[in-house]
């Protein structure tokens, strides 16, 4: 009986947690023109995620290949409004239909806004 009251309590959990797997830039523009705060929040954490996975990849990378995918200057914070600046020009550049995932726009704007030379 615990068992079954213990698998309940988990999916009453998953069933009630909002998550993306991923949100295109239309998505995540919608959110935030329309979200109270406290999603607006959320949404934020999402991109700082994004961007720590992409530069926990771009670590891994180099140390397996001695370069890096792109190269922010290690005394350059991104803040969560830096992320936001980077998709958005990255959706101008690739994106005209809002398409395109936020974590692709993410990457290729990192790529593009701190090229390796």
């Known amino acids: 009986m615990k068992k079954l009251a213990c698998a309940f309590v988990v999916c009453l959990c998953l069933v009630s947690v909002d998550c993306w797997a ?3 830039y239309k998505e995540l523009q919608h959110i935030y023109e329309t979200s109270e705060k406290g999603n607006a929040n959320v949404m934020d954490n999402y991109l700082l995620g994004l961007y720590e996975g992409i530069n926990a ?8 290949t001695k370069q890096s995918l ?4 290690s005394n350059f914070d991104l803040n969560v409004n830096n992320i936001r600046a980077i998709i958005k020009d990255s959706h101008e550049s690739y994106d005209t239909e809002g398409e395109i995932p936020v974590s692709y726009l993410l990457f290729v704007g990192l790529k593009q806004t701190f090229p390796c030379f």
Do not use: G, I, V, W
Request: charge should be neutral; aromatic fraction near 20%; hydrophobic fraction near 25%.
């Open 57 to 64: 990849s771009n670590l891994a990378y180099y140390m397996q």
């Open 22 to 24: 991923e949100l295109t």
């Open 70 to 73: 792109y190269c922010k200057p």
